[in-house]
């Protein structure tokens, strides 16, 4: 297993990611929850600094996150830090999907345990023009301060698992839940998650279907590049530095010879040049690390999902 993924289930096809170890059957949020290896809680641990003269004193403003089976300390805190247990997060995400509306297909741990998520299948898909686009929501979690109780939506473009994150203004791409909040307070946020999601998605449709019909000319191309990696639309192609250079002639490849870029019905539009972009930053951006846990993080969390969004953001506000 990759080094960054601890513990890792799937059920059903494999990931688009490629990460994890198979298991029979859809899961509930129980079974997931230990087919994952999350069955695990943290607790929060005193600070004491020694100071040389005066002796050991408790540090009042700090704590440790610590997990009780290995007693691996995850992170400092603030003292009014409370941890969601995965077992808290998991049922909090049941009651958000438990009515029957949503499977779980993934579960897993990144960085020793640090950050936690699990992932489900929203059920119905979404058809683009031939394309088929599951509906997923996605929930993530932190041991160390660095994240709050996070769930997200995640479009995934089937013919080759694609994740399509993006940004909407008319609709919430994602939902944070502070440490800080009780346990009441967090299960009347659960009741409103599942409307946004489903509000995310329709507004999401309507944009995508919009993108597979607006022609994109090849003019057009080099600026949709320049607006995903982030560079000025009047810089010169000539003057960006020679990798950068390849990275987006590799964009502007797969956006022509990408998987499922065949389709007769999205070629020449936004949504083929969108989707071309999408298979670069998932497939082929390069990372410091080439394991594919590395490449999950960064198109969920990182530069990839950045690329995605500013690429998004241009075609949508295209006249």
């Known amino acids: ?178 440490h800080t909040l009780n346990a009441p307070e967090r299960i009347a946020a659960a009741r409103e998650i599942l409307g946004l999601a489903n509000k995310f998605y329709e507004e999401w449709k309507a944009q995508a279907r919009h993108l597979a019909v607006l022609a994109l000319p090849a003019p057009k191309i080099p600026l949709l590049l320049k607006a995903a990696f982030d560079y000025p639309e009047d810089k010169p192609m000539g003057e960006i530095y020679d990798p950068m250079r390849v990275q987006m002639d590799k964009a502007k490849e797969l956006i022509y010879t990408g998987r499922g870029q065949d389709n007769p019905k999205i070629q020449g539009t936004a949504w083929q040049a969108y989707n071309g972009i999408v298979e670069y930053a998932d497939y082929y951006r390069p990372y410091r690390s080439e394991a594919p846990d590395a490449r999950l993080r960064g198109a969920w969390f990182g530069t990839g999902m950045d690329i995605k969004k500013r690429a998004w953001e241009y075609l949508t506000n295209l006249k």
Request: proline share 2%; with cysteine; charged share 25%.
């Open 1 to 178: 297993m990759p080094h960054e993924v601890e513990t890792m289930a799937y059920a059903g096809e494999v990931p688009w990611h490629g990460l994890g170890t198979k298991v029979k059957g859809l899961m509930t949020v129980h079974e997931a929850l230990a087919a994952a290896g999350l069955d695990w809680e943290v607790e929060l641990a005193n600070i004491f600094i020694e100071t040389k003269g005066v002796g050991v004193g408790l540090v009042e403003q700090w704590k440790a996150v610590r997990r009780l089976t290995d007693r691996k300390v995850f992170g400092i805190v603030g003292a009014k830090y409370e941890p969601i247990q995965n077992k808290d997060a998991f049922k909090f995400f049941d009651e958000v999907v438990g009515s029957g509306q949503a499977i779980y297909e993934t579960a897993g741990a990144l960085q020793e345990g640090r950050r936690i998520w699990i992932l489900a299948n929203m059920k119905g898909s979404i058809g683009i023009r031939g394309d088929e686009v599951k509906k997923y929501i996605t929930l993530t979690n932190s041991h160390d301060g660095t994240l709050a109780l996070q769930m997200f939506w995640t479009p995934i473009r089937v013919v080759c698992m694609n994740t399509l994150r993006m940004a909407l203004s008319g609709a919430r791409e994602s939902f944070y839940c502070r």
